[in-house]
């Protein structure tokens, strides 16, 4: 993946990607930032990084830098939005000429066109409280109407708005909403239509300087010169009074995509029982992000084929809308395990370690850890780890100098002390009599299998040795641990089970 911002100008369509910081980088808006992606690249196009951080009660800072550390992690590298690359402190913090790309610095913008839809007078003073509010909507269900604002406030004088402000009244900026039917055409939903009279005045700001949602992104969009706006479902009721704010200012229409939800395993809304939600607790986890990218392209769009993997490069060369399925994607974990053991296996041996080490030092930090001697060890797992982060769980007792573990694991079915005693002194003769030239797996295995034949079940031969070596009751064959155990440590071991069993 490249580790460059794409500066280069293009003339193809504008998308952009633009989070709120209040949270982590979680996996619904970590698709979405994909497809935009994938679209941008794939049509020569421009990808845009804004952050919406309008909400500054819930805005942080942390969360900014966990979305941009999380985008630079997986290669969605943007053409256009905040310079993670900024050296000098008086150098711009921002990529492209259509900036800047975080809203809170985008005020003066704001108010430009705020002051003129109220000059135009579109706009009118709401002083309407919560409890207000609620009392309107709840009148109006009571005769079956849809909740909405009823204009309460519309024909207010300017002296009766002169009267509340200097009692000290806080109002909000509301629109007086046209009725009119809004058509628009969703490049995967299809047309859809709505009634503007549902809506009531939409509240467009609370001041002059601080618009609310809807207000800010249609003017952004336009700023930006935005063509496509590709974003979750779950945005499609803001659609209809976008339109509006588009109308009234005399902006073109952006083309809408609604991507389909990501439900849990029981089609319900994913959550943190299903499996955890910030891509920064995947990558905490060990999953690699070239099986994230993989994995979440294939949650809704359809290559209309039976590949499974995917680079980014082919996702580039393949992607399209048209391919996006309109019913909600299944998010499987079991899936992306799949994928990420794919992916764990294609690793280069020595890439693979660096990956691994900190995971280690992360459990028994300040020790030394011989390379030479971990990729041994990650040689012979490499086949079986789901996540980089299984890798010390299972392996731990190649670290440790003392193992502690369960004496009545070393039992073998019907097996008495005495029997498995005498099992591992066996053991521990054949591999003190093998020479250190000869000290490898294979003289190893031929050995230690020639004396299990000699039982009606190797178990009873290997399973105590394999124990007495790992601790436990699963692990690699116990040719391979003794092997890179080496003979001394090896020995060491079986040693200390037998004194366990005879104490």
Wanted: aromatic share 10%; hydrophobic share 35%; net charge positive.
């Amino acid at each position: 993946m490249s580790s460059e911002l794409h500066l280069k100008k293009k003339k193809g369509p504008r998308v952009r990607f633009a989070p709120s910081p209040t949270g982590p980088m979680h996996i619904g808006n970590t698709r979405t930032a994909l497809f935009n992606f994938l679209f941008a690249r794939h049509n020569q196009g421009s990808f845009i990084l804004r952050i919406e951080d309008t909400d500054t009660e819930r805005s942080e800072k942390k969360w900014e830098k966990n979305i941009i550390e999380s985008l630079k992690w997986l290669g969605l590298l943007w053409d256009e939005g905040p310079n993670f690359q900024k050296i000098k402190k008086d150098s711009q913090s921002y990529i492209g000429e259509y900036g800047p790309y975080r809203q809170s610095e985008r005020k003066e913008i704001y108010k430009r066109y705020i002051q003129k839809l109220y000059d135009d007078d579109y706009l009118y003073w709401c002083f309407c409280t919560k409890e207000e509010l609620q009392a309107q909507k709840e009148e109006l269900m009571s005769r079956g109407e849809p909740p909405r604002y009823t204009g309460h406030c519309r024909n207010l004088s300017k002296s009766q708005i002169k009267k509340l402000k200097i009692e000290g009244k806080r109002g909000i900026l509301r629109l007086k909403v046209p009725l009119k039917i809004i058509k628009f055409e969703d490049l995967i939903k299809g047309e859809i239509k709505f009634d503007s009279s549902l809506l009531g005045d939409i509240a467009i700001a609370k001041d002059f300087e601080t618009p609310l949602y809807n207000f800010a992104v249609v003017i952004d969009d336009y700023e930006m010169k935005i063509t496509h706006v590709i974003r979750g479902e779950d945005h499609l009721s803001n659609t209809p009074k976008q339109i509006i704010f588009q109308d009234i200012l005399n902006f073109p229409h952006p083309k809408y995509a609604h991507l389909p939800l990501i439900l849990g395993p029981g089609r319900n809304k994913l959550s943190k029982r299903d499996a955890p939600l910030a891509i920064s607790d995947y990558k905490k986890a060990g999953y690699l992000p070239e099986a994230l990218i993989n994995f979440l392209a294939l949650l809704g769009w359809n290559p209309k084929n039976d590949q499974e993997i995917w680079s980014l490069e082919e996702l580039i060369q393949n992607f399209s809308l048209k391919n996006i399925q309109k019913s909600p994607a299944i998010f499987n974990i079991e899936k992306l395990d799949w994928f990420n053991s794919y992916y764990i296996r294609q690793t280069p041996l020595e890439t693979l370690v660096d990956q691994i080490l900190p995971y280690i030092l992360d459990k028994i930090p300040g020790k030394e850890i011989d390379r030479e001697y971990l990729k041994k060890i990650i040689i012979l797992y490499q086949e079986r780890l789901k996540k980089l982060s299984d890798f010390f769980d299972l392996a731990d007792f190649f670290f440790k100098d003392k193992l502690e573990f369960d004496e009545k694991l070393l039992y073998w079915k019907n097996m008495t002390k005495n029997n498995i005693v005498n099992s591992l002194e066996k053991s521990k003769k054949i591999i003190s009599s093998i020479k250190d030239e000869n000290f490898n797996k294979e003289t190893i295995q031929e050995l230690l299998i020639k004396e299990a034949e000699k039982e009606d079940d190797r178990g009873k031969l290997l399973w105590p040795l394999r124990v007495s070596l790992t601790g436990k009751s699963a692990s690699p064959p116990p040719f391979d641990i003794i092997e890179i155990l080496g003979k001394e440590k090896t020995i060491k071991r079986i040693d200390k089970a037998i004194k366990r069993l005879l104490d």
